[in-house]
């Protein structure tokens, strides 16, 4: 029976994928951890926290002064948005992975692929922007 060889490539998007996904995991505890012990102040206090549940996600957004799409980032140093760090490195790890490949195929004349992994980041990185609109952005 013939050895099958694992390309490069696959190797190096599956390792960056693993490796990403346990350090935004580990990110996600961290800044838990954070919040719950209090070291950093919410944006939303708690006592207003429990009234929005009760509401809906306009409601939490519009009474809670939390910003649209892409805004949370400017509420990072708060407790209860410090948390979308090790989110956002989760949601985007497969770009992330995608991105060596894109010289790996490069280098080894693979037109084809080259072009699809460039396709996939850039589709991807556009769809993230919130540009379209979709979504809750």
């Given at each position: 029976m013939?050895?099958?060889?694992t390309p490069?490539?696959?190797?190096?998007?599956?390792?960056?994928?693993?490796?990403?996904?346990?350090?935004?995991?580990?990110?996600?505890?961290?800044?838990?951890?954070?919040?719950?012990?209090?070291?950093?102040?919410?944006?939303?206090p708690?006592?207003k926290?429990?009234?929005?549940?009760?509401?809906?996600?306009?409601?939490?957004?519009?009474?809670?002064?939390?910003?649209?799409g892409w805004?949370?980032?400017?509420?990072?140093?708060?407790?209860?948005?410090?948390?979308?760090?090790?989110?956002?490195?989760?949601?985007?790890?497969?770009?992330l992975?995608y991105?060596?490949?894109v010289?790996?195929?490069?280098?080894?004349?693979?037109?084809?692929?080259?072009?699809?992994?460039?396709?996939?980041?850039?589709?991807?990185?556009?769809a993230?922007?919130?540009?379209?609109?979709?979504?809750?952005?």
């Amino acid at each position: 029976m013939a050895e099958i060889k694992t390309p490069q490539e696959q190797i190096t998007y599956a390792n960056m994928l693993y490796y990403g996904n346990i350090a935004g995991l580990a990110l996600m505890l961290l800044t838990f951890v954070l919040y719950v012990a209090g070291i950093l102040d919410p944006h939303v206090p708690l006592e207003k926290l429990l009234h929005l549940w009760s509401g809906n996600a306009a409601t939490y957004l519009h009474e809670g002064n939390v910003p649209h799409g892409w805004g949370w980032t400017s509420l990072l140093g708060t407790g209860d948005f410090i948390n979308f760090i090790g989110i956002a490195l989760l949601a985007g790890m497969t770009i992330l992975a995608y991105i060596p490949l894109v010289p790996a195929f490069l280098k080894k004349g693979e037109t084809v692929m080259t072009f699809i992994a460039l396709a996939e980041v850039l589709v991807l990185i556009f769809a993230a922007s919130g540009i379209v609109g979709g979504g809750a952005h």
